[in-house]
């Protein structure tokens, strides 16, 4: 079965740092690209970040740019996202997500995992 | 960027009878070389992450119910849920693939009347 489980979020201080983790099984993750896509409280979706494949290609929205760090490593079938300076508005569920084949979305998504940023 | 606006913002719709969703993007996602639409729709059930339901416009992802329809071309799109079900309460989103940063509507909210 498919799995993508997400880990690392909790409470943290603005200013803080978090690494969040995406453990991926029941594919081949060395052959998908992967995002990572936050919900704010009550919130709409907003896409944060993707690697492919093979690390080639990474992209990041303008609001995380310079304080988000996004990394894969294929032999352990996981997904990163170190989160640096973090500000109040970074408060959000975090969910990994698989890119389909030819990049049509994101085909199946994780539980997500909650990151607060407060003081 | 390209701006995903959805309207309406929430809808109520009888049991068995039809919910209309619009997106309109702020640029074409219709990617001539390939005559594809980047754009897909999914939905978010509360305390749920989303779910794919169709992509490249209009082709449904596996297991979804034939109810759910995709369509439309370039800036105008339209998921349309034929004979609302109860379990079909959910937030709906598009989203454009077409170019970074991916943009997501921001969301309509589908209710039984």
């Known amino acids: 079965e498919l799995q993508l489980v997400e880990s690392g979020g909790g409470l943290v201080k603005p200013g803080g740092s978090l690494r969040l983790s995406c453990a991926a099984s029941?594919?081949?993750?060395?052959?998908?690209?992967m995002n990572w896509v936050r919900q704010a409280p009550g919130k709409g979706l907003e896409w944060v970040s993707s690697?492919?494949?093979?690390?080639?290609?990474?992209y990041y929205a303008d609001s995380v740019k310079g304080r988000f760090t996004i990394s894969r490593d294929n032999a352990k079938n996981s997904l990163y996202l170190q989160m640096n300076s973090l500000r109040a508005e970074d408060t959000a569920v975090y969910y990994c997500?698989?890119?389909?084949?030819?990049?049509?979305?994101?085909?199946?998504w994780g539980r997500g995992t909650l990151v607060t940023v407060s003081s | 960027d390209i701006v995903m606006t959805q309207s309406p913002d929430s809808l109520a719709v009888s049991l068995g009878e039809r919910a209309t969703i619009n997106c309109k993007s702020s640029?074409?996602?219709?990617?001539?070389?390939?005559?594809?639409?980047?754009l897909a729709w999914y939905q978010q059930k509360p305390g749920q992450p989303p779910k794919l339901l169709i992509y490249?416009?209009?082709t449904r992802e596996s297991g979804v119910p034939d109810r759910f329809s995709g369509s439309g071309s370039g800036t105008d799109f339209t998921l349309t849920i034929s004979g609302l079900q109860a379990e079909d309460v959910a937030v709906y989103y598009c989203q454009q693939y077409f170019d970074t940063p991916w943009t997501f509507g921001h969301g309509t909210k589908v209710e039984i009347k």
């Open positions: 490249w416009a209009s």
């Open positions: 690697i492919s494949s093979g690390n080639s290609y990474i």
């Open positions: 997500a698989r890119v389909q084949i030819a990049a049509a979305g994101n085909d199946h």
């Open positions: 640029q074409s996602v219709l990617y001539s070389s390939n005559n594809n639409n980047y």
């Open positions: 029941g594919f081949t993750f060395n052959s998908y690209s």
